[in-house]
């Protein structure tokens, strides 16, 4: 029996299941315009659970940092859930660390480029992805790809894939991995916002300003300290907020440059990435 497939049939299978234009003209195709078994043929694909769920927050998940065998390049990947109990299924956590393997292993660009990179032989990222959400039955997204390249890079998972970092070391040596490490941890664990002050966003220095100046006034300081003590309150945030002018978290008598300096006297950081669940 022939039918005659129209715009408007395609669009109306759009609106109700939110699948993408080709998607559902492909479905309605197969399905000889039975618009019910085409929503069947979607939701089998896991475009109609995935889209129908797309307002749903997926704030689980695993984070899985991973470094090349030479230490030169790392990334970190965020494969999100809905609830705790699928991101500490093996079978998911087991592909967020097949998907750091592949980004690690092919660097894509971006986000984007990684989804479509094979999976295995028959499957892209973003297909097993879908598969996943068509057989969990809760929103799974990759919602975060981060890559790092330096002399010397390390990495940190913190405990139960909660978050992942990658810090860039300017110098490498195997004398510099528990450095490496340990500056990996302090920046899961104090959240710098920035490297140093000379990277802090323009936006976030100046709202630090505004708020200085607002508490100062509210203490009744003069107007015409306001300024100075804004400024104050700057460099407090610089010490609290730049990995390299941060406390050390092991050891509170020294800043984490002075820490890297007690390796080597040349050690610093190059930049890092920190990926974390929520």
């Known amino acids: 029996m ?62 899985i940092a991973r470094v090349s065998a030479d230490k030169k390049r790392g990334v970190v990947v965020k494969l999100s859930s809905e609830t705790d109990f699928v991101s500490k299924n093996e079978d998911f956590v087991e592909t967020a660390v097949r998907i750091a393997d592949i980004a690690l292993e092919s660097n894509p660009a971006d986000r984007e480029s990684l989804l479509t990179l094979p999976f295995d032989g028959t499957k892209s990222v973003g297909e097993r992805i879908t598969d996943m959400v068509a057989a969990i039955g809760e929103k799974i997204e990759l919602t975060d790809y981060e890559k790092l390249e330096a002399p010397q890079v390390e990495c940190y998972i913190h405990m139960g894939n909660k978050a992942g970092v990658l810090v860039g070391l300017n110098k490498a040596s195997d004398a510099f991995t528990d450095a490496g490490r340990d ?46 003590i804004a400024m104050g309150k700057l460099e407090k945030f610089y010490k609290e907020s730049t990995l390299l002018h941060q406390q050390f978290v092991k050891d509170g008598s020294l800043t984490v440059a002075a820490y890297l300096k007690k390796a080597d006297a040349g050690l610093t950081v190059t930049g890092f990435r920190h990926v974390k669940l929520g």
């Open 183 to 228: 500056v990996a941890m302090q920046v899961a664990a104090m959240r710098p916002v920035a490297l140093d002050k000379d990277q802090v966003d323009p936006g976030i220095i100046q709202k630090e300003i505004e708020i200085g100046r607002e508490q100062a006034r509210a203490e009744g300081k003069p107007e015409a300290m306001l300024e100075k």
């Open 2 to 63: 022939s039918f005659t497939l129209s715009a408007s049939d395609v669009k109306n299978l759009r609106d109700t299941t939110g699948a993408g234009m080709m998607d559902c003209k492909e479905a309605l195709t197969e399905a000889a315009g039975d618009f019910e078994k085409a929503i069947e043929i979607l939701r089998k694909k896991g475009q109609k659970l995935s889209l129908k769920r797309a307002d749903r927050e997926a704030k689980e998940g695993a984070v």
